[in-house]
């Protein structure tokens, strides 16, 4: 469960923005839009919806985020003098050649956790992994390049030490320290890594839905419960698992030494072929395939994914929540999102229908709006002295009271 999110110096961010995902009393507002925590202290919220103007710097903040989870599982691979693919904010001259931050707090089975990376494009600058086992801040490590050498503090969790120094010696300054240390089987800190490869993500791709459906029965049943849900008539689905090893041997128009290598390296590959069933007026079952259906059902089968009840509450991103959909189907699905389901939601969308105090808390409406330096900057309806009774919110945010809508003009 993410605690909440801060980037800084990254796409439109100049100045660092947190995104918390923390719920503010009362908690007695819409009960089932919260997450209980290890620590009794703190609730959660299960969704946070972001609102602004188109290249207000939405977009950005999904995608700050899963850069960081991108380079937290990736960076073990990276060679001597390969570049991050990172853009600092571009319109100061300072910035330009300043780091980019991102600060992470997390809940990871059952203990809380703060991780910090410093970067640019050719190398670490700083990385700081804290945990919290019992309510105390306690260092597991702490990576500092300090001139042109890198500076290591290993808390105890790390033992035995040599081995951890010497897993530093072999990281290289292009490569997070608990990418390298997992790689090297670090079996303290694969806890955390594995949290971000497993519990922080986009919604589910297409293929991997139908991988799902194929292999669980439950989740197949489940899947087709939610469409109709949502007024889809799908009936069944008929998944069929083939091999891009055995369709591409009978491809004649590849020469057959590129044929060979391209199977030897997709013998463990698979695609699905999805077919949708629906009954006609007759009630008679009728196949489609997947293709013919509607970019909404399409989206709906990605979104299915959220609602799915896991061991672990999983904290999703999704841009364009309200792409291809009618309003009522988002609204229908965030309510069933956040009534049914353990995890964790970050959207954006200009569905403004959903800035209502039947859909949503104040503290789960977010907005980003360009200051007059062109920078993003987020900030909650909390700031806002909003009534819950009375007012209209999504009027008063349309009527520009809230800030982070479109400036238009007439021709």
């Known amino acids: 469960m993410i605690i909440d999110f801060t980037v800084e110096n990254l796409l439109s961010f100049k100045e660092s923005q947190t995104l918390s995902l923390v719920a503010q ?32 710097g939405k977009s950005n903040l999904l995608s700050a985020l899963n850069y960081l989870k991108r380079i937290v599982v990736n960076s073990n691979k990276s060679s001597v003098g390969d570049k991050f693919s990172v853009t600092p904010f571009l319109l ?31 190398k670490i600058h700083f990385e700081s992994l804290s945990s919290y086992p019992k309510k105390q801040r306690r260092n597991v490590f702490t990576r500092e390049l300090i001139g042109e050498k890198f500076v290591y503090k290993f808390g105890s969790d790390l033992k035995p030490e040599r081995l951890y120094d010497d897993i530093s010696q072999k990281t290289l300054k292009n490569t997070l320290f608990l990418s390298k240390a997992v790689n090297e089987n670090s079996y303290e800190l ?117 609602i799915e009840k896991a061991p672990a509450t999983k904290t999703f991103y999704v841009d364009e929540l309200s792409a291809d959909l009618h309003p009522l189907l988002v609204k229908n699905f965030l309510n069933n999102f956040q009534i049914n389901s353990n995890n964790q939601l970050i959207c954006v969308t200009h569905d403004t229908h959903l800035i209502d105090q039947n859909s949503l808390r104040k503290d789960q409406i977010y907005f980003v709006e360009k200051n007059s330096e062109q920078s993003s900057e987020l900030y909650s309806l909390l700031e806002f002295k909003v009534r819950n ?23």
């Open 389 to 411: 009774d009375r007012e209209n919110w999504e009027s008063r945010y349309l009527s520009g009271r809230y800030g982070a809508t479109p400036a238009v003009f007439d021709l």
């Open 25 to 56: 009393p009362p908690y007695d507002i819409h009960p089932s839009h919260l997450l209980d925590t290890p620590d009794d202290k703190i609730k959660l919220l299960k969704a946070v919806v972001i609102y602004g103007a188109n290249a207000s």
């Open 190 to 306: 694969l806890p955390v890594y594995q949290w971000f490869l497993e519990s922080l993500g986009e919604e589910d791709h297409i293929n991997d839905v139908a991988e799902k459906v194929h292999s669980d029965n439950q989740y197949k049943e489940n899947l087709i419960k939610f469409l109709s849900l949502n007024d889809i008539s799908i009936v069944d689905l008929d998944i069929d698992k083939k091999s891009f090893a055995d369709v591409l041997s009978q491809d004649r128009d590849i020469p057959t030494e590129i044929k060979e290598k391209i199977i030897e390296d997709n013998q463990n590959n698979f695609f699905y072929k999805i077919q949708t069933i629906h009954k006609d007026y007759d009630e008679d079952f009728v196949s489609f395939d997947f293709e013919l259906e509607s970019r909404g059902t399409h989206k709906l089968f990605s979104l299915s994914s959220l």
């Open 92 to 122: 100061n001259k300072q910035n330009k050649v300043a780091p980019t931050s991102f600060e992470i707090n997390f809940f990871c089975e059952n203990i809380r956790y703060n991780y910090i990376v410093s970067l640019d494009r050719e």
